[in-house]
């Protein structure tokens, strides 16, 4: 009996044939595996980006600031003050500002979200030193605005403290946006919070 080498290369070829198909899917797989990581990571970071965006239009209203002409025993003098400590409205407006981004801070780090809870805290502890009772700004409990202005001035420097504080915390965590590894750490720590 002869050896039948047609068959023999029949089946290296076949074998071969099989191998590089394997192959081939294995790559493609993981090829699209990492597509769909890279997606993921890419859609990721959007958010993030819309997230900060939101706090930096939010960082502009925190930074406005007006000159207030204050009379003391001694005489007027001029101060500046948080710009929404001038009217009833803007304060409300100022308010719902700061509990609208929290609501968004799921895309942002724990320090941040942090501050702005202590932010809305400050506030919430201003509207109760006032008087205002149940809902926050009923139309018939209107906050007066020489209490604002006094409350103003004296949370001045608690708020610039917050104002400070989330502006660096957002400077740096754009910064490190990139960093998506060490972005997901600290989502990790947020949610073992809750």
């Not at 799921?106 to 006032?130: F, Q």
Request: aromatic share 10%.
């Amino acid at each position: 009996m002869g050896t039948n080498f047609t068959l023999i290369a029949a089946c290296i070829a076949a074998f071969a044939a099989l191998i590089a198909a394997s192959m081939s899917a294995y790559v493609a797989l993981k090829g699209k595996d990492t597509d769909f990581k890279n997606d993921y990571y890419k859609r990721m970071i959007d958010r993030r980006l819309l997230a900060y965006e939101q706090l930096e239009s939010f960082m502009v209203l925190f930074n406005r600031r007006s000159p207030v002409l204050i009379s003391t025993s001694v005489g007027r003098s001029k101060q500046e003050l948080y710009q929404f400590f001038l009217s009833d409205e803007e304060f409300e407006a100022f308010y719902t500002r700061v509990q609208e981004v929290s609501d968004k801070t799921l895309w942002v780090s724990h320090d941040i979200l942090t501050e702005l809870y202590k932010l809305h805290m400050c506030l919430a502890a201003i509207v109760n030193g006032m008087g205002v009772q149940g809902q926050v700004f009923a139309q018939e409990q209107k906050l007066e605005v020489e209490k604002l202005i006094r409350a103003g001035i004296e949370h001045d420097n608690e708020l610039r403290g917050y104002k400070l504080r989330i502006s660096s915390l957002i400077r740096k965590e754009l910064v490190e946006i990139a960093d998506v590894k060490k972005f997901f750490e600290g989502l990790k720590r947020k949610v073992t919070l809750i």
